[in-house]
């Protein structure tokens, strides 16, 4: 497990979240405090609502938990993919809204926190309505850019890699991603670490 603190405030949620991310998808719960880590450690300039923003990067991959290997048959069709990423959101809302009540933890943050979690992939499902309208929120775009930056880490890029081996085909697909970025500060994160990727793999 990285090496990572969640503060103090955030702890007792946590150690909520933490068994059910251990049930997940191997390295759900190193992601969630990855990401959280991303959050803490950003000196940029857009202004972060920890309270919101901290919470969603715990919980948001939480759906996992309850999702089995043997239910993913009953999840079929063209869309079979798209349709997993729908059901971890929609049943991660559930166990995050469950899991903010028992705490106690603010109802119109938590609000928030769950309606993010509803729909925080929601730029992989290919839907008719622009994205702007269902990222409709600053909490919404920065969560998302935070969440999205874990694709151009060094150990997702190895995953990807056994997707797309042709290394200009794999950094054709980097580069397209990049246009989900809503802020450009973070799109620029991002192409830094393509670059820094491929400088220590030439």
């Known amino acids: 497990m990285t090496n990572i603190k969640i503060p103090g405030k955030y702890q007792k949620l946590w150690k909520k979240c933490l068994p059910l991310l251990k ?15 991303r959050i803490l450690n950003y000196t940029g300039k857009l202004k972060l609502n920890y309270d919101i923003i901290i919470p969603a990067a715990m919980m948001h991959d939480i759906g996992h938990s ?3 290997p043997k239910h993913f048959k009953f999840i079929t069709g063209p869309k079979k993919i798209k ?3 729908l059901a971890h959101m929609l049943v991660g809302a559930k166990i995050a809204d469950d899991i903010l009540k028992s705490i106690k933890y603010d109802k119109k943050k938590s609000r928030e926190i769950v309606e993010i979690i ?3 992939d929601a730029d992989q499902l290919s839907l008719s309505v622009g994205l702007k309208k269902i990222y409709n929120s600053d909490n919404k775009k920065i969560f998302h850019d935070f969440d999205t930056l874990d694709r151009y880490n060094d150990k997702r890029l190895k995953n990807l890699e056994s997707i797309y081996p042709d290394k200009e085909e794999l950094l054709k697909v980097l580069k397209g991603m990049l246009d989900l970025f809503f ?10 670490w393509i670059d820094k990727i491929y400088e220590n793999r030439s």
Do not use: T
């Open 23 to 37: 049930k997940s998808r191997p390295g759900d719960d190193e992601h969630a405090k990855e990401v959280v880590d």
């Open 66 to 68: 309850a999702i089995l």
């Open 83 to 85: 349709n997993g990423k």
């Open 118 to 120: 509803s729909m925080h």
């Open 183 to 192: 802020y450009k500060e973070i799109r620029k994160l991002a192409e830094q």
